[in-house]
């Protein structure tokens, strides 16, 4: 039975992972209008999201009658499309106030767009949380971020610190656009690396080119974020050991 449901499942995790890389195509840098709203309730790629799954779930899964084994394979698709929609969401840049309330509701739209996949919601374990605990991390200061008990334990370090990318001038640039790649090549990476200190390495090269970069205009001081940053990298480091 698994064998015969493989490539349905591996085209629709694909598709949806084709989904949520298009939120790069969207504009998150504006700022609050008057109203302190976002100007839409969510975003584009999140509708759509949600309108595929749905479909997905009407037009092929719900014929089968094992509808056990259809939820114990369509949860996993689940828990990989929150961790997808959390790196990528950790991507954007620049991210404006309004840009921020948006990306907020998309947090809790995505819980939605990934209902129908699942009995309930919070049995995705590990990724539903990390879901829930990020969307706060959005609002808080650097600092805040930092210290925040939800790190290493529920969310890895290196998304916090990715996400900490997204606060920093231009010039300290994230490990993907150091490394000249799109989106979908650095998701690529991540896939292919899930060794977090491989990843934590990545993000070390990345801040080290920064460093360059100042010294080299002979400036003579780095970004506020940069030792939280750093500091967060050096904690990661030494729980790995």
């Given at each position: 039975?698994?064998?015969?449901?493989?490539?349905?499942?591996?085209?629709?995790?694909?598709?949806?992972?084709?989904?949520?890389?298009?939120?790069?195509?969207?504009?998150?840098?504006?700022?609050l209008t008057g109203s302190g709203k976002?100007?839409?309730?969510?975003?584009?790629?999140?509708?759509?999201?949600?309108?595929?799954?749905?479909?997905?779930?009407?037009?092929?899964?719900?014929?089968?009658?094992?509808?056990?084994?259809?939820?114990?394979?369509?949860?996993?698709?689940?828990?990989?499309?929150?961790?997808?929609?959390?790196?990528?969401?950790?991507?954007?840049?620049?991210?404006?106030?309004?840009?921020?309330?948006?990306?907020?509701?998309?947090?809790?739209?995505?819980?939605?767009?990934?209902?129908?996949?699942?009995?309930?919601?919070?049995?995705?374990?590990?990724?539903?949380?990390?879901?829930?605990?990020?969307?706060?991390?959005?609002?808080?200061?650097s600092e805040h971020v930092a210290n925040?008990?939800?790190?290493?334990?529920?969310?890895?370090?290196?998304?916090?610190?990715?996400?900490?990318?997204?606060?920093?001038p231009a010039e300290l640039k994230s490990?993907?656009?150091?490394?000249?790649?799109?989106?979908?090549?650095?998701?690529?990476?991540?896939?292919?690396?899930?060794?977090?200190?491989?990843?934590?390495?990545?993000?070390?090269?990345?801040?080290?080119?920064?460093?360059?970069?100042?010294?080299?205009?002979?400036?003579?001081?780095?970004?506020?974020?940069?030792?939280?940053?750093?500091?967060?990298?050096?904690?990661?480091?030494?729980?790995?050991?």
């Open positions: 039975m698994g064998n015969a449901v493989q490539p349905l499942l591996t085209s629709v995790g694909d598709a949806i992972e084709a989904i949520i890389i298009t939120m790069h195509q969207e504009d998150f840098s504006g700022s976002p100007d839409v309730p969510c975003s584009l790629y999140m509708k759509e999201l949600q309108g595929f799954i749905a479909r997905v779930m009407s037009d092929y899964f719900k014929h089968f009658e094992c509808l056990d084994f259809v939820f114990d394979n369509t949860e996993a698709i689940a828990q990989r499309a929150i961790e997808l929609f959390i790196r990528n969401a950790s991507l954007i840049r620049p991210l404006g106030e309004g840009g921020k309330m948006r990306l907020a509701a998309d947090f809790a739209q995505m819980e939605l767009a990934v209902g129908p996949f699942c009995r309930r919601v919070s049995d995705l374990g590990k990724s539903y949380r990390m879901l829930r605990s990020f969307r706060p991390l959005l609002f808080q200061t925040s008990p939800a790190l290493g334990d529920i969310i890895p370090f290196s998304i916090i610190i990715q996400f900490l990318f997204t606060r920093a490990p993907f656009q150091r490394a000249e790649w799109s989106h979908a090549r650095f998701s690529q990476w991540l896939d292919d690396h899930p060794s977090e200190k491989d990843r934590l390495l990545l993000i070390r090269g990345a801040l080290e080119a920064y460093v360059q970069s100042v010294r080299s205009r002979e400036g003579k001081e780095f970004a506020p974020v940069y030792p939280i940053m750093v500091q967060l990298l050096q904690k990661a480091m030494s729980t790995l050991q």
